[in-house]
């Protein structure tokens, strides 16, 4: 029985558990849903790429960035080695002072006129509008091993990673910090892992637990718990938490050994991961490193996570609430570490060495490098039954060319999986069109016949990629 069918590859799942169950997977796109379902319910399209920024500071990978664009000149601040620098909107990169530890991540905020920076070490803070010297912050009062610092309502308010203690800052002056104003989460046992003010709310996060306090404006630790908030799940990264449209979000768990990635929403949580996102969470050996942060493209809040010890990123896409993996060229984990915006500059950090990039949704490579493509579809199965593709076409973007070299005559690459998505062969190359070939049909003809068929994409030549779906002339026959 032969047919021509619209066929609805493309979906949102993850394979994680089994391949028979799905087999798909989303590489360097983004998931974008059209509402008003013109050609497609939602369309693949490619992230944006990497411009190079600042490629001066050498090979130690930034620890922490930090912008203040209220400045009259904007800056960027980043902590590379034991060196921290700023660095203005042209790039021009000015050495600010050192600190006394050259490796792990770093915390930093600033109250517009002071920069405060913690390390896990010590604290150290800087002048930003008459500028002198990097100084340690001596108060024999300060907390001990500070590992995140934030600011609310004139206090910057750090948090200790080997106890339960926070503390606050005179108002305003993180050169004075009182024994009065030292407070201890008590709603968990264990060290925090990070705290944060999100919504006027500070949040003390521990490994299995989260506190919520409130400035109540008594004389003495204005922050005061807020009683029936607190919650028995924790953070299990501290550098994966960020604030990920309008909430905190990170790499969650509790003591029944749980991981998922979850907002906070209010006093509780919302979990972004889904049941997929969560298995292969649970299969990497080691969590407690990742980190995380969130930006905005075309209308996409995204948060990106990344593992270093299985080498993976995942992106969550708000606008599509769905998960992606960004890659770099040789298929390990993506390049941006650290994020920030300096100027409506969206810049991250390289997690190989010292160089700050600009992402931009109209550059197709990662400074120079090849961004790969790919997509892994849904299964094509009819009750066991074999299924003859007699003619397959991709719907996409034609016509993207680039004007000369590499991409002027861009082609992908279409592999079939008969075995359930376990192995792929590629079933050759077809042209998307070069530069204003608005109408080049991307299609493949006679590919055979299967009980169960997963395709593969995959583009590496650096010109626009957007995919909307598939149709195709198929023969189903008997089982």
């Known amino acids: 029985m032969a047919q021509d069918v619209r066929i609805n590859l493309f979906g949102i799942g993850t394979q994680s558990e089994s391949r028979a169950i799905t087999a798909q997977r989303r590489i360097?796109?983004?998931?974008?849903?059209?509402?008003?379902?013109?050609?497609?319910?939602?369309?693949?399209?490619?992230?944006?790429?990497?411009?190079?920024?600042?490629?001066?500071?050498?090979?130690?990978?930034?620890?922490?960035?930090?912008?203040?664009?209220?400045?009259?000149?904007p800056l960027l601040f980043s902590v590379h080695g034991s060196s921290l620098v700023s660095v203005d909107n042209s790039g021009t990169v000015s050495t600010i002072g050192t600190i006394n530890t050259s490796t792990g991540d770093v915390s930093m905020v600033d109250n517009g006129t002071y920069l405060v920076l913690v390390d896990g070490t010590d604290g150290w803070y800087y002048d930003m509008?008459?500028?002198?010297?990097?100084t340690q912050i001596a108060s024999g009062n300060f907390t001990s091993s500070p590992i995140t610092v934030d600011y609310q309502d004139t206090y910057f308010i750090v948090t200790s990673g080997s106890s339960r203690q926070f503390q606050l800052s005179n108002n305003d002056d993180p050169t004075t910090w009182a024994a009065l104003d030292i407070g201890f989460a008590d709603s968990g046992q264990g060290?925090?892992?990070?705290?944060?003010?999100?919504?006027?709310?500070?949040?003390?996060?521990?490994?299995?637990?989260?506190?919520?306090?409130?400035?109540?404006?008594?004389?003495?630790?204005?922050?005061?718990?807020?009683?029936?908030?607190?919650?028995?799940?924790?953070?299990?990264a501290s550098w994966s938490m960020d604030e990920?449209?309008?909430?905190?979000?990170?790499?969650?768990?509790?003591?029944?050994?749980?991981?998922?990635i979850s907002r906070m929403n209010g006093f509780a949580r919302t979990k972004?991961?889904?049941?997929?996102?969560?298995?292969?969470?649970?299969?990497?050996?080691?969590?407690?490193?990742?980190?995380?942060?969130?930006m905005m493209f075309g209308g996409h809040p995204l948060y990106v996570i990344n593992f270093p010890t299985p080498d993976v990123t995942h992106v969550y896409d708000g606008l599509g609430h769905s998960w992606t993996e960004w890659q770099a060229t040789d298929g390990t984990r993506f390049w941006g570490n650290k994020f920030a915006i300096l100027n409506n500059r969206s810049l991250v950090s390289d997690r190989r060495n010292g160089n700050i990039y600009e992402f931009n949704t109209a550059t197709y490579t990662d400074n120079g490098d090849e961004i790969p493509f790919e997509v892994i579809s849904k299964h094509l199965w009819e009750d066991d039954k074999y299924i003859t593709v007699n003619d397959?076409?991709?719907?996409?973007?034609?016509?993207?060319?680039?004007?000369?070299?590499?991409?002027?005559d861009p082609h992908i690459d279409l592999q079939v999986s008969k075995d359930y998505g376990f192995s792929?062969?590629?079933?050759?190359?077809?042209?998307?069109?070069?530069?204003?070939?608005?109408?080049?049909?991307?299609?493949?003809?006679?590919?055979?016949?299967?009980?169960?068929?997963?395709?593969?994409?995959?583009?590496?030549?650096?010109?626009?990629?957007?995919?909307?779906?598939?149709?195709?002339?198929?023969?189903?026959?008997?089982?």
């Open 392 to 408: 397959i076409q991709i719907d996409m973007e034609q016509g993207v060319g680039t004007a000369t070299g590499q991409g002027a």
């Open 424 to 479: 792929f062969t590629s079933v050759g190359y077809r042209s998307v069109g070069k530069v204003g070939e608005y109408t080049t049909r991307v299609r493949w003809q006679a590919l055979g016949a299967a009980r169960d068929w997963v395709f593969k994409l995959r583009i590496t030549d650096p010109v626009k990629r957007v995919i909307t779906g598939a149709s195709a002339d198929i023969s189903i026959g008997s089982s």
């Open 129 to 134: 509008v008459t500028p002198g010297t990097l």
């Open 244 to 260: 990920f449209d309008n909430s905190l979000t990170g790499l969650m768990g509790n003591r029944q050994g749980s991981r998922e």
């Open 191 to 236: 060290a925090l892992k990070a705290g944060y003010v999100n919504n006027n709310i500070l949040q003390l996060f521990g490994l299995n637990f989260v506190e919520f306090r409130q400035n109540t404006g008594t004389a003495d630790l204005p922050y005061q718990r807020i009683p029936g908030a607190s919650q028995n799940f924790g953070l299990l």
């Open 28 to 73: 360097n796109c983004l998931v974008s849903p059209q509402t008003e379902m013109d050609r497609t319910a939602f369309a693949l399209i490619g992230r944006p790429g990497l411009d190079a920024f600042v490629t001066t500071l050498g090979n130690n990978p930034s620890r922490g960035m930090w912008a203040v664009n209220s400045l009259s000149t």
């Open 272 to 294: 972004l991961s889904d049941g997929d996102i969560d298995d292969l969470l649970l299969s990497y050996t080691t969590v407690s490193d990742a980190t995380g942060y969130s």
